[in-house]
């Protein structure tokens, strides 16, 4: 009933920028939340950046002051503007959604990822 569409992932030198886009489209009443988690290999999915309905927004500390999210209501997207890209950045972008059915029921969903290499 959900389907998140992740573009703008790919191969980019250190000190570089990229700007990864999510779509969300299906029963999808309302957002609580839009962002994006990573995955490195062998390490465990973190918090890239949130923008709450309500709330801060929120980022993970090791890409403060390089990251910006932003949301696109009318469009149901949220943006990922990454700058000064480091070589750790490098790995699986994953959009996330937290949205509430017509229901009213808050569930979660994540995006099958896009992969980013940063590396010179």
């Known amino acids: 009933q959900v389907q998140l569409v992740e573009s703008g992932g790919g191969l980019v030198q250190p000190g570089g920028s990229l700007r990864l886009s999510c779509a969300a489209s299906g029963s999808i009443f309302s957002y609580d939340s839009m962002g994006w988690d990573r995955q490195a290999p062998g390490k465990e999915r973190e918090l890239v950046a949130e923008?709450?309905?309500?709330?801060?927004?929120n980022y993970g500390d090791s890409v403060k002051g390089r990251f910006t999210i932003s949301r696109d209501n009318a469009k149901n997207t949220v943006y990922l503007q990454m700058n000064s890209l480091k070589p750790e950045d490098t790995a699986v972008y994953y959009c996330?959604?937290?949205?509430?059915?017509?229901?009213?029921?808050?569930?979660?969903?994540w995006g099958q990822g896009t992969q980013v290499t940063v590396s010179s």
């Open positions: 996330h959604v937290v949205y509430r059915s017509r229901r009213g029921t808050s569930d979660d969903y």
């Open positions: 923008i709450p309905t309500v709330g801060r927004i």
